[in-house]
């Protein structure tokens, strides 16, 4: 009997009941609406009221050809592209850069580390508005620039749109990553620091050297992290480019899904391109993983 | 490694099936039910106090068949909160804000009931609204929402930036593409105002009702964008339109991009594209004038067609109390209320004889008598199905070759209308 239960509830079934209660949580609002849109990506599914009689048949691949086929998700999947290879690496030299500054400060300290978190925790919506007023036309940016400022304007210009977008997100998001940096750096021992000093290493060099491979492991989490919230853009094209514009120049996968599966009543095309999408970035976070966790 | 990925892979998928192949009881006989019930009004205050005082009239003679009324919940549009809430079931029996577009799509999740069901239901609708009810058929002839209210679209123009501009207030030329555009390159070269006119560029599906659709309408003589199953605007007024527009971004008196606030209002622009709804609110901040739409050859104003920007009442299937529901949407739909709702908001109920009805109320309001007329020719969206996805097509090719000029008006018109053609038929 008591190899059965070993079994089931493993070694220390105690643990197994303090960890069930995140398990079901898990369960219920990752695993169950993931495999639900799974299942809805191979149907022709729509939402309908609880009792009315719908027919949902299988229809194998199609969803999947037809958004395949749709310029307009194959310029959503380009436009993210552009988004991470702009966002991931600047996320990663800026938050490394402000953080290994940080941690060598003494004064003002907890101010510069509230001023990096705030834009983290405010509402998008908020700082929409604040770059709105800074980038939209007759924005200050555009004041300051004079003659230089870009025509079109940023937020209507298809060449600038997105990179815009990559900054802002870059900029709102620092705060995390930087705190997660911080935190690694604590654990680079000080010792090696004094060896390169001693070693004729400059500050570059020191950084290069020992900081960079210090703190790996956290670079690697920065780079998952970033790849995943960057993959999830919607709130900036929808705020800040007016819905993916100029032309569907900044339109990302969530936002041609949300026009897809809530606007136009098409779940089952919506759920196609949210696992290509999942496929997508687990297949960039492996293949991060890798490079940046090889010896 | 791979096993636990494995299983929990399988686990996942096993999960979502599960979901997805449960069954759903049905609703039961609520037609003939009478009993309390729940309604939503739009959030505009004024629909509000109207709302309100309807249902306290009605809640005063039926103390046995209450009705709560609330603002529909907040939710990024009233379309996605409404299809939610037929999605969970929860919808409330009425809603007195249902758009036009969005009945094909709430049909066919089996949300609404057929208006025709009730002793009398069709005879009602087409009584009530005349010829204009059969714009609101669906496909399969019958009625799952009653024509309620439109703000027939017009151009409001700002007298005094006019003025400003040396164009005469009392008749600016505004009656042909050619005066528009005339007229427009006044008012920026002037420098009375940033811009001629500022309907939103932005993608939303709907926006082509305040550019594209409300000349589109007058240019054809009053066609939908899909008529017996096919686009219509592929065609000559349907380029021209485009064409017209194109000109008025490219010359700069269009903005390409979205002001963050009422351009109109804040004099950022000369003119809008607006219903009747727009008087009460530019009451004492804009000096205005209001003409139709222009037309190529500036059509005469009694001929031209524009826009409804209609909101419905429907019945949803998740009511339990049906009967009373069709009551009160025929009490919120009678003369009186009607007129209740004319003087409180200013919108027109969509009835035949509307100016005739409520002579009174048009005499003593002179501003609202151009709009009145013009509740006689308006143009609804066309119902039929994936209407929003159909909307969706138009707009992005008209932002592409219209807005942003990226390519030939010719080529993204072609291109709206064979998508139309193919998702009208779907």
Known sequence: MKPVLTKVFGRQPLGTVFAAPYALFLALVFAYPLGLAVWISFHDYFFAAPGAQVDRPFVGLDNYTNVLGDPDVQRAFFNVGVFLVINVPLTVVLSLVLATALNSVTRGRTFLRVSYYVPYVTASVALVAVWLFLFSQGGLVNDL??????????????KAAMPLIALFVTWKQMGFFILLYLAALQGVSKDLYEAASIDGASRFRSFMNVTVPGVRAATTLVVILATITGANLFTEPYLLTNGGGPDGASASPVFVMYQKGIEQGNPDTASAIGVILVVLVLAISLVNRRILERD | MRRTFLTTSVAVLALGVTAACG???GSGEARSASGPIKVWLSNNPEEIAWGKAMVKEWNAEHSDQKVTAQEIPAGKTSEEVIGAAITAGNAPCLVFNTSPAAVPQFEKQGGLVPLDGFSGGKQYVEDRSGDQAEQYQSPDGKYYQIPWKQN?????YNKDLFKKAGIDPANPPLKTYDQ????SKKLVDSGSAPAAIAPAPSSEFFQSW???YPLYAAESGGKQTVEDGKATFDDTAGKDVWNFWAQMYKDGYTPKEKYDGDSFADKKAAMAVVGPWAIAVYKGKVNWGAVPVPTKTGMDASE???FTDAKNIALYSACKNQKTAWNVLKFATSKDQDNKLLETTGQMPIRKDLATTYASYFSSHPDYRLFADQAS??????NVPNSVEIWQEIRDNFSSAVIFGKTSVDDSIA????????LAKK
């Open chain 1, 145 to 158: 620039l004079g003659p230089l400022a870009p025509s079109p304007s940023w937020l209507v210009n298809s």
């Open chain 2, 23 to 25: 069954s759903s009881s």
């Open chain 2, 152 to 156: 027939p679209v017009m151009i409001f």
């Open chain 2, 180 to 183: 528009f555009l005339a007229t």
């Open chain 2, 210 to 212: 305040f550019d594209f």
């Open chain 2, 304 to 306: 031209v067609h524009t």
């Open chain 2, 377 to 382: 020719r308006t143009v609804e969206v066309p």
């Open chain 2, 415 to 422: 291109k709206a209308a064979d998508a139309a053609d193919k």
